[in-house]
């Protein structure tokens, strides 16, 4: 045996000679022969592991000879049919780590002279699947720690370094996307040999596949390896045993540096939980590093995933029975992380509307016996939880907060009275209450469809708004006495009625009775449909009458539960506040600073100044319910023009005559009316609305600092504010409504609360849009260099992403001033 290696050894080193000094073709070709049968029998030897060491650097010498020859070298001199077969040959003829090993580092030193010639015979190398070869060859014991680790560099590392040598003369095979598949099944195969060889009795190892599989997946190909391995390991999961050994020893040999990736790209690519339970076997509790990202990472503090991953995730750990339920501590965590203050505050919404699905499917996963077990303390969390999110100023995280609450509440068994709230439904809170309808694990493959919906009842009644007659006065009955003057005809009263429950007053007046006295249902709900119809059609009984009727309405309570009752409380408010505009206006920037009146009045007083200001501004903002007849509002509407005595006509048609006659036109298109002018209403009377809310803010009358306490009704003001100053565009109070918001939101720019920084933003591009960009530069340059610093600040790290955006909206608007501030001093 060592006769033939040492005859072996000389061959090779013969063949090597051959090639570095030999002219002739023949010659050459001769000894490229040669090598190939050298390379071939390493195998066939049934020689020592030493003397195979010798061979294999005898053959690796040989091989890189071949593989770093130039071009212009020796290879020209061989026929061109026979040059590829015969460099082919001598590659594919050795061993599959050897071979791949020597053309990747050629081809990764390639510099235009030499090593080019590799690429096909890699390429083919891939194509005739020899790398089931070289993974099954790199799983061996025998194979040394460091020629694996060289390994799996070589093998995930081989795009990029075809891509960085080849360039454009990359090949398609070598790219990403064709690679990384092509791998993936070569793996499978490699499998597929194991588990044969485990049928057969033998002992084999997945660690190297393992390795490879995590490589792989934390340089970013998780996607493209997973979408091929994933679905073919699920079918032969289902029924095998062997294979599930298998996958399970797959994952759970992965180092623990690359364990969340080939994890977290599992839980992605897999569909249902049964199938993931197959695959990951019972890693979250084997493997401390699977378990923080399965219960932690991928449930507080990622929230991309979509709905159908997290059920997947919820349901396999709802599979995994131990000494301990881990979904009964997920819930737990989710519950307590839902219910922290601070977390409410200031993580993104969307982040908090993750967590909310992840708690309605850990409800609808637990039994109803688990739920009994933890049932005080599931309720104490979620009390605290409903708590805080209510005080949000974000309608989405309060309805979000109700909805868990009330799916909460439902599923264990809170008493007789369950907690029921009411608020507006939308897709996302009939998703989150479909979640939390009880199913087993199985039915979790794909995203749920909702089914339920408690749409809130927003129909709104319809009251005859007319009692009778404009021109008919109300009768105190039908039998009324006659006059006693005989020649007097009676007037004809049989087409009248006697006014009814449900008849609205024909006056202002009367409607203002009806509500001071609130009397009958009826009543009070035709007068409500009636009155903003009432003071559009009579301006001047509104302006006086006006101030004393928004009083009253400010002060109305719904006592009769009437049909639409807030809108058609604020319409009729908007109407009055644009016809008696600056009495009414002083009343109620008057009164939003007052004592004793709710939250929600306060709120109603700014939404009636946003709306009254949008109409003064643009008349066709107006309400739909008012009559297109008489609704001017003007307080001094236009006469005609008296009769001229002269019949002629005015000298203006008389010269449009001549022109027109005298004027040659080739051709005449169709006439398109331009745009009609209207007056803005509401730059004259801006300061009333906007000085009083801005100058009161830092003198309460009230011992309860609302604004400080209640982001809400300040992110309301802030955002009215703009609205405000937006409105005043083009007007010359524009400059010190925007220099007065400025310093107003200064101090609120990192204020706590998202809804008081949306606001504070809005108010900023508000500014920016309505007062000449010459006098901000004028009068406020270093308010302006300080306010890029903040919005570029809030576009790269403020946590919600509605905030972000609006940062960036400003910063456009900025950039419109970029060469005037790039010549101002820092």
């Given amino acids: 045996m060592d006769t033939d290696v040492a005859e072996l050894g000389g061959l090779v080193r013969q063949a090597v000679a051959t090639l570095s000094s030999s002219g002739d073709g023949a010659e050459i070709a001769s000894a490229l022969g040669v090598a190939r049968q050298c390379l071939g029998s390493v195998a ?139 791998l993936a099944r070569e793996m499978l195969a490699a499998l597929g040999r194991i588990h044969q060889s485990l049928r057969d009795g033998s002992d084999s190892s997945v660690s190297f596949l393992s390795q490879l599989l995590g490589k792989v997946c934390v340089q970013g190909h998780s996607d493209m390896v997973l979408q091929v391995l994933v679905p073919r390991l699920a079918l032969l999961t289902q029924s095998d045993g062997v294979w599930q050994r298998i996958c399970w020893r797959l994952v759970e040999d992965v180092p623990e540096r690359w364990m969340e990736s080939v994890v977290a790209g599992v839980v992605r690519a897999t569909a249902g939980p049964e199938v993931l339970s197959r695959l990951l076997g019972s890693i979250v509790l084997k493997n401390k590093k699977a378990e923080f990202v399965l219960t932690h990472k991928f449930l507080l503090l990622q929230y991309h995933h979509k709905t159908c991953v997290l059920q997947n995730l919820l349901g396999y750990l709802a599979r995994e029975k131990s000494g301990r339920c881990l979904l009964e501590e997920v819930l737990r965590r989710l519950l307590t992380a839902w219910g922290c203050r601070a977390s409410v505050r200031h993580s993104p919404v969307e982040q908090q509307a993750y967590i909310s699905r992840a708690i309605t499917v850990c409800l609808g996963l637990l039994s109803p016996t688990q739920l009994e077990e933890q049932r005080t303390e599931l309720l104490s969390l979620t009390l605290a939880g409903v708590e805080c999110r209510l005080g949000s100023s974000l309608p989405r995280v309060r309805r979000l907060g109700m909805v868990v609450a009330e799916c ?93 429950e449900g008849s609205a007053p024909v006056y202002l007046t009367g409607c203002l009775e009806v509500l001071l006295n609130l009397e009958s249902a009826g009543r009070v709900g035709a007068t409500l449909n009636a009155l903003e119809r009432l003071v559009r059609r009579n301006p001047s009984a509104a302006r006086e009458v006006g101030e004393e009727l928004t009083k009253v309405l400010l002060h109305l309570e719904d006592r009769f539960a009437t049909p639409g009752f807030e809108g058609l409380r604020q319409q009729a408010m908007v109407a009055l506040a644009v016809t008696g505009t600056i009495p009414v206006i002083q009343y109620l920037t008057a009164e939003f600073y007052a004592v004793n009146y709710s939250l929600s009045q306060r709120l109603h007083i700014l939404d009636v100044l946003a709306l009254a200001a949008q109409e003064l501004a643009d008349p066709g903002l107006r309400a739909k319910g008012g009559d297109s007849a008489g609704e001017g509002g003007s307080p001094h509407p236009q006469l005609p023009d008296p009769p001229s005595a002269d019949p002629s006509p005015g000298w203006r048609q008389i010269v449009e005559q001549r022109l027109q006659s005298k004027t040659r036109r080739f051709s005449k298109g169709v006439w398109i009316p331009g745009p009609q002018a209207t007056a803005n209403r509401f730059a004259p009377v801006a300061g009333h609305f906007f000085f009083p809310l801005i100058n009161n803010y830092d003198r309460p009358q009230t011992v309860y600092d609302f604004l400080a306490e209640e982001p809400l009704v300040l992110g309301r003001l802030v955002h009215t504010l703009g609205l405000l100053v937006f ?29 008081v920084r949306q606001g504070t933003l809005f108010a900023m591009s508000s500014l920016l849009l309505s007062v000449p960009s010459d006098r901000l530069l004028e009068d406020v340059p270093d308010e302006l260099l300080e306010a890029r610093l903040w919005l570029t600040d809030v576009a790269e790290s403020d946590s919600d992403d509605t905030c972000r955006r609006q940062a960036l909206q400003s910063l456009v608007l900025l950039g419109n001033f970029q060469k005037k501030l790039a010549g101002l001093p820092e």
């Fill in 44 to 182: 066939g030897k049934g020689s020592s592991g030493r003397e195979q060491r010798a061979l294999a650097t005898l053959h690796a010498g040989l091989l890189q000879t071949l593989a770093a020859s130039p071009t212009g070298g020796w290879l020209r001199l061989l026929p061109a049919d026979q040059r590829l077969d015969l460099l082919h040959g001598c590659f594919l003829a050795a061993s599959p780590r050897l071979a791949f090993l020597t053309m990747v580092d050629a081809i990764a030193a390639h510099s235009g002279g030499g090593g080019g010639h590799c690429v096909p015979i890699l390429e083919q190398f891939l194509q005739e699947e020899r790398m089931v070869r070289l993974l099954c060859e790199a799983g061996d014991a025998e194979t040394l720690l460091a020629d694996r680790e060289v390994l799996l560099t070589r093998i995930t590392a081989l795009p990029d370094h075809s891509a960085n040598k080849l360039q454009r003369a990359n090949r398609p095979l070598f790219y990403p996307e064709n690679y990384y598949p092509l």
């Fill in 408 to 500: 909460v509440s439902d599923r264990i068994n809170a008493g007789p009275h369950p907690l029921n709230f009411q608020y507006e439904d939308d897709d996302e809170t009939r998703e989150v209450r479909s979640l939390c309808s009880p199913r087993p694990p199985s039915s979790w493959e794909s995203p749920p469809q909702s089914h339920r919906s408690e749409d809130l009842q927003t129909d709104s009644g319809e009251t005859p708004a007319d009692g009778g007659s404009p021109g008919q006065t109300e009768q105190s009955g039908p039998e009324s006495e006659l006059d006693s003057d005989d020649e007097l005809v009676p007037y004809d009263l049989s087409g009248d009625s006697e006014l009814g």
């Fill in 727 to 755: 409105l005043a565009l083009h007007a010359p109070i524009a400059i010190h409504l925007g220099k007065a918001l400025l310093g107003f939101t200064w101090a609120l720019r990192y204020h706590p609360d998202t809804y």
